[in-house]
């Protein structure tokens, strides 16, 4: 069963950028599929980014595209999340998720995935 912890969450100005980082131990990492999803305060969570386990092939919610970019590194048994020019209704708490796949497929269902990190805080100021 893998472990997900995920860093780098934090406070920024509007505008600014973060990198999350979500380290997997407990599992063979290219194994997985990943995701990143977000929760703000009174909403519910919500689908980011999603990364397939082999090739890189991935997907993202429209309200990130062009700003967020998800990417593996396979070695270091880690995805990141790169988010640019962010803005105040970025503020949430990011969770990182992983499920194993067969195959090059992403997937943006919260049920798809059967493993959490505990979330990182990211506050973005006007």
């Known amino acids: 069963q893998v472990q997900l912890v995920e860093s780098g969450g934090g406070l920024v100005q509007a505008g600014g950028s973060l990198r999350l980082s979500c380290a997997a131990s407990?599992?063979?990492?290219?194994?997985?599929?990943m995701g990143w999803f977000r929760q703000a305060p009174g909403k519910e969570r919500e689908f980011v980014a999603a990364?397939?386990?082999?090739?890189?092939?991935?997907y993202s919610a429209d309200s990130v595209k062009g700003r967020f970019t998800i990417s593996r590194d396979n070695a270091k048994n880690t995805v990141y999340l790169q988010m640019n020019s962010l803005k105040p209704e970025d503020t949430a708490v990011y969770y990182c998720?992983?499920?194993?796949?067969?195959?090059?497929?992403?997937?943006?269902?919260?049920?798809?995935?059967?493993?959490w990190g505990q979330g990182t805080q990211v506050t973005v100021s006007s």
């Open positions: 998720a992983a499920r194993l796949s067969s195959g090059s497929w992403w997937y943006y269902g919260i049920r798809d995935y059967p493993y």
């Open positions: 407990g599992g063979t990492f290219s194994s997985y599929a």
């Open positions: 990364i397939s386990r082999s090739y890189g092939s991935t």
